[in-house]
C-alpha cells in the first residue's frame, strides 16, 4: 500500500486497519477493484448533498488556504487520488468514485 499511495510505513501502518474494517466496508463501500492500470473506490456516505462544496474543492497546493478550522476532506481526497468523481443520489447520499493510478506512464 505505501509503494502505491505514496505514504510512509508508518502512516500505512494506521490506514491499513481503517481499510480492512469489515463493518465500516459493508456500510459504505458500493464497489473496489483494482488491475494492473489502477485501484478504483466507490463509496456512498448516506448523508447530505455537497455537490458544490465537491466542485469547489481542490488538491492541495502551496497557496492552498489553510486557515480553516474544518472542511479540508475533500481537498485531501483530491490530493491523494488521480481522479474523483461524485454523483448526489437522495437514497444514496454522496457517492464518490476514487481512481488512484498504480502506474506512472498513465
Known sequence: MSRHWNLSPDASIKIAPR????????KMVNSLSENEQCFR?????GGSD???EFAMAVAFHENTDRTR???YGLQIIKTFVDE????YEPNLGNKLILTKNLRNDL
Do not use: C, E, T
Open 19 to 26: 481499510l480492512s474494517n469489515p463493518a465500516l466496508i459493508r
Open 41 to 45: 473506490l466507490a463509496i456512498n456516505d
Open 50 to 52: 455537497f455537490s458544490k
Open 69 to 71: 478550522r474544518r472542511g
Open 84 to 87: 474523483a468523481h461524485h454523483v
